[in-house]
């Protein structure tokens, strides 16, 4: 049963004197500390003689109540007195925290560290990506430690299992871009552009592009938090130490079907978003399905295909690598598993519209508009 610290105030000829017994240590204070401080009457001595353990925690609560009642300690043991002059040497009168300096200078400072964290997480990100070339050509050469069905695995998660959302997200996608480019169109009497305005932009741009942002906000904040626990519980420290490569076991499979599965998701979503055009034609403008669908094959360039198929395992490789690097780099608590996690699909996402941005720019200088 655990003892506590107690206490007990005695006055004798006009002066108090407050007695302490029992164990003054982290684990008997408890009660005592909130007590102490409570006492606001005049105190000129503490006696310690009863107490029977103390440790730096029981001489700063008795250094500290001494301060402030200005009383005189006596009975303290050989240990005691060791701690309470230990206590007295490390006494200061700096504030916890430093003060907030508000000014120019603070915030170019913060600027600064801002600017330095940037520019190491790109060379952290590098040094990364140079690790995933070397474990893949590690494979290349050893063929037979490549995970087969580890990637097989990670195809049916990333890609298989995407299928119903990604699906019901392109059909929606596709009724609205049809609906909003239907009304709009309309009003120049060139509603049969519609089957223009969905094919295009489907096959060429949001097709590829929100089947990224999904599976970055789906299977990319999988492979972060799965990673980053498997970090954070020593497993991976575990796999060097029985010589399997974290690199060659955990990541490289996850990048390739990532790699691999983007295109066939990317041309899933496209179709479906161009059926879902078709269905509005239908029912608002009077085209009939088949004759929409049809309309598409004539009035869609092939390159719109090519582009959307060229961008389509970049994006699958900027997502997984955003997933692995974060996770790759938890340590220390439970909450760097939903930091890192929420950095994973922030990070992909900004990377996947920025390298849209410079697709966009790529294929219309090469002449693929």
């Known amino acids: 049963m655990r003892e506590w610290a107690e206490y ?9 004197t407050v007695t302490i017994t029992g164990p003054m ?21 503490i006696d310690i003689s009863g107490v029977s353990r103390i440790d730096t925690v029981g001489a700063w609560i008795i250094f500290r109540f001494a301060q402030r009642t200005g009383a005189d ?68 050469i050893h063929p037979r430690r490549f995970r087969l069905k580890a990637l097989v695995r990670q195809m049916e998660l990333v890609g298989v299992t995407s299928l ?8 929606l996608i596709g009724i609205v871009i049809a609906q909003q480019g239907a009304v709009q169109l309309q009003q120049f009497g060139a ?30 904040s999988a492979f972060a938090a799965q990673i980053g626990t498997m970090k954070l519980t020593e497993e991976i420290d575990a796999m060097r130490t029985i010589g399997v490569s974290p690199m060659e076991a955990l990541v490289i499979p996850r990048i ?41 094959q004539e009035v869609v360039p092939l390159t719109d295909f090519w582009v959307g198929m060229v961008k389509a395992p970049v994006f699958g490789l900027i997502v997984a690598m955003a997933g692995c690097y974060q ?12 930091l890192r996690t929420t950095a994973a699909v922030v990070q992909a996402i900004f990377m996947v519209i920025v390298l849209d941005a410079f697709f966009a720019v790529f294929f219309e200088r090469i002449g693929w508009i």
């Open 73 to 140: 300690v006596v009975g303290a043991s050989e240990q005691a007195e060791v701690l309470l002059d230990a206590v007295e040497e490390c006494e200061s009168e700096a504030a916890i925290a430093p003060p907030r300096r508000r000014n120019a200078k603070q915030i170019t400072e913060h600027v600064g560290i801002a600017v330095i964290d940037f520019f190491k997480g790109m060379l952290a990100s590098i040094a990364f990506l140079g690790s995933v070339i070397a474990a893949f050509f590690s494979l290349v």
């Open 256 to 296: 390739l079907a990532a790699v691999l599965m983007m295109p066939l998701l990317g041309f899933f979503a496209s179709v479906v978003a161009i059926i879902g055009g078709a269905v509005i034609g239908d029912v608002m403008l009077g085209i009939p399905f088949l004759t929409f669908l049809a309309r598409v």
């Open 164 to 171: 119903p959302i990604i699906g019901l997200m392109s059909f």
């Open 191 to 220: 509603e049969t552009l519609t089957v223009n305005l969905v094919g295009r932009i489907t096959l060429r741009e949001l097709g590829v592009l929100m089947t990224a942002i999904m599976v970055a906000g789906r299977s990319g």
């Open 327 to 338: 996770g790759m780099q938890v340590k220390g608590n439970a909450e760097e598993v939903g």
């Open 8 to 16: 007990s105030i005695e006055e004798a000829g006009g002066r108090a």
């Open 25 to 45: 240590v982290v684990s008997g204070v408890g009660e005592i500390d909130p007590q102490l401080r409570d006492i606001t009457d005049s105190i000129q001595t």
